[in-house]
């Protein structure tokens, strides 16, 4: 029973922004959101988290709506690369990550 | 360069062979998972140790076991295989309890014939 909804998949075109939604309509006060990724036979790989505000490192950014029921991870100039499956992910518990089923990202030349 | 080490990358084994799934870490974490993901399936965490503290999920078949004789290493130990527990088996690390991070391995495909 994972906490989140991501659309199963997306398509994006090379060098365009891959805006990826996430719903967590029951995320806790205290409930930060993660963002992994895992690229084809590779393990998951961190690419960023927050908890109210929105957030941005080297690889991405993490718009968090006011009411925390939604955010949308930005990858600003997505390559061939970024093509993997994209998992949002709402802590449950002081050590437990739930993955959900994940949005399949496939950039396109 | 730091990092977490799973081997083999494949593993075979015959159904009720038991077999045991390595991982090893250079980050000095004091805490180490085991996932088991199943095909088109996303992770699925099994247990995970605090130091030598052994936590086991509340779903967990009994025939998945774990030991840890150190800091930087951890195993999987499945007694008895069955077909349904084909899939890839993922270590992952963490700083602490609660880090903001997971660093995974690369991953071991478990095929049972």
């Known amino acids: 029973d994972a906490k989140t909804t991501q659309p199963p998949s997306m398509d994006c075109a090379e060098g365009r922004a891959a805006n990826l939604p996430c719903n967590h309509s029951t995320i806790s006060g205290n409930e930060y959101v993660y963002w992994y990724r895992q690229i084809h036979s590779q393990g998951p790989q961190y690419i960023i988290h927050g908890l109210k505000n929105n957030e941005t490192n080297e690889m991405a950014s993490l718009i968090i709506t006011e009411d925390r029921k939604s955010s949308t991870l930005i990858l600003p100039h997505a390559t061939l690369r970024d093509t993997a499956v994209y998992y949002c992910?709402?802590?449950?518990?002081?050590?437990?990550?739930?993955f959900g089923a994940g949005t399949r990202l496939t950039v396109k030349p | 360069d730091a990092m977490v080490i799973q081997n083999p990358r494949y593993q075979v084994t015959q159904f009720g062979k038991p077999v045991t799934l390595s991982c090893s870490q250079t980050l000095n974490h004091n805490v180490m998972y085991w996932y088991q993901q199943k095909s088109s399936q996303a992770p699925k965490l099994l247990f995970h140790y605090y130091d030598k503290d052994f936590n086991n999920e509340a779903d967990t078949p009994d025939n998945f076991q774990s030991r840890r004789p150190n800091t930087s290493f951890c195993f999987l130990d499945i007694r008895s295989p069955g077909l349904g527990d084909a899939a890839m088996y993922l270590c992952?690390?963490?700083?602490?309890?609660?880090?903001?991070?997971?660093?995974f391995g690369p991953g071991t495909r478990l095929t049972v014939l």
């Open positions: 992952a690390t963490s700083s602490k309890i609660g880090a903001d991070t997971q660093y």
């Open positions: 992910i709402v802590r449950v518990g002081v050590n437990d990550m739930r």
